[in-house]
């Protein structure tokens, strides 16, 4: 019962979350300099041509009332339609959506398929072996070298030398598989780099600590074998930090996605919702926002979970 | 009968960025199966680096300098990776200073002990461990944080007798529990050991506790023992000045309401072997031999003691010091 009550308390704060991001981006895209009808127009316009646009989509209203109208639609499952393509605007996002969830996930599965075991490997390792230096060295790079800059780079090498991958040509996975992978390998891998170095990083710093704790010296007391005490008790222990940055890294990952979806013009939700920013497309930006912070409060509520089931300190806490 | 623990002339050092810490300065004693060794001494004198050895749980930065320490016969120094867990799996068992410390936050108490007892031990060994350390059967459900410091250490001790060892070592064991619960948690070690048949090695710094359930007492003092007698002797009549001074400073702290009167001067912090005795500094009887002659630990009177004055030399009972013992 509490529990439940824990959890809708947790959804109200997330909802609540979402709704001020909602607003924050509503007034910061109408402060933007140029509104939807001067750009859609283009630099030679006149004043009733303005008008007509911006009377056909309310824009005409004043800022309260557009945003309290865009929210009760939305509320109601309608996310409205593109003023540029005129098409609805669910339809826009969810065709696009295949490739940044592709994106994303070959990033998150490359970044903890290679920062979890070298950070173990890192933590576990002898503070004088290489294996250690290399763990902190890679993980210094990485978390420091930015998504456009690594982006660039890349761009750069492999539009001169291809090595079978490409800059640019997208195709849907289910078209052509072998072709959707040549194309995406390089964007996950520079949103990736900075998800190995943070995961490595907080994975070493998280195993070195618990390696400390009085529970491991006991399991070595009792002539326990290395393999199973980190199995064992290690593993679990160690994962709450990173299951943390996990989530960060995730909420990074979508402003990173952003950035890399233009850089090698990948046609996703980011470089989409960055096209709609330019173009004053106010309701694409407000509906991808909303997506892309409903993902993130998502997570950070499964994070929430998933902490309660690996620690019962924090259930035990929470059910008083 | 042959030691279940021997050490001889042990000398281990601590290396640091700084420089070398000497703990253990030629430590020597040995332990009979099934008997207790209460081990005593202030804090440093190298206790608990004497019990770490015993399992070779000493950290990385630990230098055997010198000596050696058998287990069972079978030098720990020697053995290799997998010897020496095999060593602390069937003969040896550690109880530790914090027992909030020494459980898996994660897992439930009758897991821990589960493992404990090597993964998959019989049907009813669980509860017999947990009856035997006077717990609950319920505990084997509970989470480590759900204990209390007493529950605890006594679920840390059914873990440390899980596979029967022939030694058990208990550093400080009661040091983080309520002075109320540790006469208890003392006593059903004791118990433990007359029921099993094992040994024990309990660490402490206070002598009147010690000689209280133990049957044997060693005082330690910088990194050596320095008196080893059966209890009922080293306290009522300890030989080596130190072990007068430690018990003297035991009883004015029983006295409620009074300071307690601290030896003189600090205890020593070696970076080497000490070239004579390490207590001379602090010792009313020192004179030139005892700073350049190492006093070898010797039979004197049934018991051991190294001291070059203690065989009746120095005043052979510190004026009324043991008076009333
Ligand atoms: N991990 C370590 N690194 C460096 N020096 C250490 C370490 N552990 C202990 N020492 C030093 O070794 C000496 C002996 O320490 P030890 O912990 O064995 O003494 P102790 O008798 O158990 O003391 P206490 O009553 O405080 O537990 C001390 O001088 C201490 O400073
Ligand atoms: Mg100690």
């Not at chain 1, 557009?66 to 929210?71: E, I, T, Y």
């Not at chain 1, 173009?279 to 997570?299: E, K, P």
Request: glycine share 10%; charged share 15%.
């Amino acid at each position: 019962m509490r529990l439940l009550l824990h959890i809708a308390a947790r959804m109200g704060m997330a909802l609540l979350t979402m709704l001020s991001v909602s607003l924050i981006v509503f007034v910061a895209m109408r402060m933007l300099p140029g509104g939807f009808e001067m750009i859609i127009l283009g630099p030679i316009q006149t004043e009733e041509a303005r008008a007509v646009i911006t009377e056909q989509f309310g824009l005409d209203r004043s800022l309260p009332e557009q945003f309290l109208s865009w929210l009760v639609a939305v509320l109601h499952g309608d996310f409205g339609i593109s003023m540029i393509t005129r098409i609805p605007i669910a339809d826009e996002i969810l065709r696009r959506l295949g490739a940044t969830v592709q994106l994303t996930a070959m990033a998150v599965i490359t970044a903890l398929c290679v920062g979890l075991p070298l950070g173990v490997a890192a933590g576990l390792a002898d503070s004088s072996t290489s294996v250690r230096t290399c763990g902190r060295l890679v993980g210094a790079l990485g978390a420091s070298t930015p998504d456009f800059v690594l982006g660039v780079a890349l761009v750069y090498i492999f539009s001169v030398w291809s090595l079978g991958l490409t800059v640019g040509g997208y195709v849907p996975f289910f078209e052509d598989p072998l072709a959707n992978l040549r194309a995406m390998i390089l964007p996950a891998s520079t949103l990736s780099v900075f998800g190995i170095a943070l995961i490595l990083r907080t994975t070493r710093e998280s195993v070195l600590t618990v390696m400390t704790e009085g529970y491991i010296t006991g399991a070595v007391a009792r002539g326990d074998d290395p393999a199973s005490i980190v199995r064992r008790h290690v593993l679990r222990n160690a994962s709450l930090p990173v299951m943390t940055v996990a989530t960060i890294y995730l909420s990074l990952l979508l402003g990173g996605a952003v950035i890399v979806e233009i850089l090698f013009t990948v046609p996703g939700v980011g470089l989409y919702t960055w096209n709609a920013l330019l173009n004053r497309d106010y309701g694409v930006t407000q509906s991808a926002v909303l997506l892309f912070s409903g993902v993130i409060v998502t997570c950070n509520m499964l994070v929430d979970i998933a902490y309660a089931l690996v620690d019962p300190r924090i259930r035990g806490r929470r059910q008083q | 009968m042959n030691a279940i623990v021997r050490a001889r002339d042990l000398a281990v050092d601590y290396t640091m960025p700084g420089g070398v810490v000497r703990a253990l300065d030629g430590a020597s004693f040995e332990l009979l199966p099934g008997r207790s060794l209460g081990l005593v001494g202030e804090s440093g004198s190298g206790k608990s680096t004497l019990g770490l050895a015993i399992g070779r749980l000493l950290p990385a930065n630990v230098r055997h300098a010198a000596g050696d320490l058998e287990v069972d016969g079978r030098s720990v120094f020697a053995l290799d990776d997998e010897g020496i867990r095999a060593l602390r799996r069937t003969s040896l068992g550690f109880v530790f200073q914090s027992p909030m410390a020494a459980l898996d936050p994660t897992m439930r108490i009758g897991r821990q002990i589960t493992l404990a007892c090597g993964g998959q031990p019989d049907v009813g060994r669980v509860p017999e461990l947990l009856q035997q350390v006077g717990l609950p059967k319920g505990a084997a459900r509970a989470w480590p944080h759900e204990l209390s410091g007493g529950m605890a250490q006594r679920a840390v001790i059914a873990m440390a007798i899980a596979r029967r060892p022939r030694l058990l070592v208990a550093d400080e064991p009661t040091a983080a529990l309520d002075t109320s619960l540790r006469a208890q948690i003392l006593d059903l070690l004791v118990a433990l050991k007359n029921e099993t048949g094992s040994a024990l090695v309990l660490l402490s710094h206070e002598l009147p506790v010690v000689a209280r359930v133990c049957e044997i007492i060693g005082v330690m003092y910088g990194g050596r023992v320095v008196e080893l007698g059966d209890s009922a002797g080293v306290f009522s009549r300890p030989l080596h000045p130190y072990s007068r001074a430690l018990l003297a400073t035991a009883h004015d702290g029983a006295r409620p309401g009074e300071r307690l009167a601290p030896i003189p001067g600090m205890p020593p912090v070696l970076s080497g072997p000490a070239s004579g005795c390490s207590f001379a500094p602090r010792c009313a009887f020192a004179d030139e031999r005892c700073r350049s002659e190492r006093p070898p630990l010797r039979p004197i009177g049934g018991r051991l003691a190294a001291c070059h004055h203690a065989d009746g030399t120095a005043p052979e009972r510190g004026s009324g010091m043991s008076s009333g013992m």
